[in-house]
């Protein structure tokens, strides 16, 4: 059956966040494996977070000049283009090949919302093309706006009119209070009763909180997966659809 499938892998799956520029290819290696696999039946729209790459830079360009200014924005485009280059790179061992989407090049931040054509996007999909994007810097009317791979997702999901989507984490999912994984819970509950602390390592755009406060904007009625990344085989049951082994959140 051929289903649409949109997961973003978090930046802390596919590089060790507390050391800046590192990929993990292993792990990469490994859920190219499954995204392959999966590819074969299903159409993939894949979302990159920034790692310890797209933050990095940015946290560069924070010390070095107080804010972000829009001339940043092609600095910042550089190095998420190249890591979004390299895991397609071997992305291609799979023969998983996907049309890069940029959203530099699409989206744009004015009068306190950002907006994206994501056209080509959903049109590529639709003809069953693979797609893969990523979290990005885009010019804005106040320097440059970080637009997180959570909001991209987010924006997928709808264009798309998805009803589950995939975040691969590199935790179990989200933790009570006593640190046991919640398995199935609503956003609601979350946003109210849960006190949800960021990631860590270096993250611009506010981790785990930021992630979930982004779901706010999907249509009632989706469910999220979150799952450990670094587990390729709870990736892969997940995906496949027979259980979401981590925190499975209702909308
Ligand atoms: O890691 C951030 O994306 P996120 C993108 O999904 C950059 O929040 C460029 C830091």
């Given at each position: 059956m051929n289903k649409i499938i949109v997961a973003k892998i978090g930046g802390s799956v596919f590089s060790?966040?507390?050391?800046?520029?590192?990929?993990r290819e292993t792990i990469i290696h490994r859920l190219s494996e499954i995204f392959g696999k999966v590819s074969k039946e299903n159409t993939l729209a894949l979302v990159l977070g920034g790692g310890s790459h797209g933050h990095a830079i940015v946290q560069e360009l924070l010390e070095k000049h107080g804010k972000l200014e829009n001339w940043h924005v092609p600095i910042i485009n550089r190095v998420m283009e190249k890591l979004a280059m390299k895991i397609v790179g071997l992305m291609e061992y799979n023969d998983l090949r996907p049309l890069i989407i940029h959203p530099h090049s699409t989206c744009f931040f004015a009068k306190n919302s950002y907006q994206c054509n994501f056209e080509v996007a959903v049109q590529a999909v639709k003809r069953k093309i693979h797609i893969l994007s990523y979290g990005d810097a885009i010019v804005s009317d106040r320097g440059a706006y970080i637009l997180s791979g959570d909001d991209i997702t987010v924006e997928l999901a709808l264009k798309l009119g998805i009803d589950r989507i995939f975040y691969l984490s590199n935790v179990d999912g989200i933790m009570d209070q006593t640190g046991r994984v919640i398995k199935e819970t609503s956003l609601n509950y979350l946003l109210n009763n849960i006190t949800i602390t960021g990631s860590s390592?270096?993250?611009?755009?506010?981790g785990m909180r930021k992630k979930v406060e982004s779901l706010?904007?999907?249509?009632?009625g989706t469910e999220v997966c979150i799952v450990n990344g670094l587990k390729p085989e709870i990736v892969r049951s997940a995906l496949l659809g027979t259980r979401c082994k981590g925190t499975l959140i209702h909308v």
């Open positions: 060790d966040k507390s050391k800046p520029y590192s990929l390592g270096i993250d611009v755009t506010g706010t904007k999907l249509t009632k």
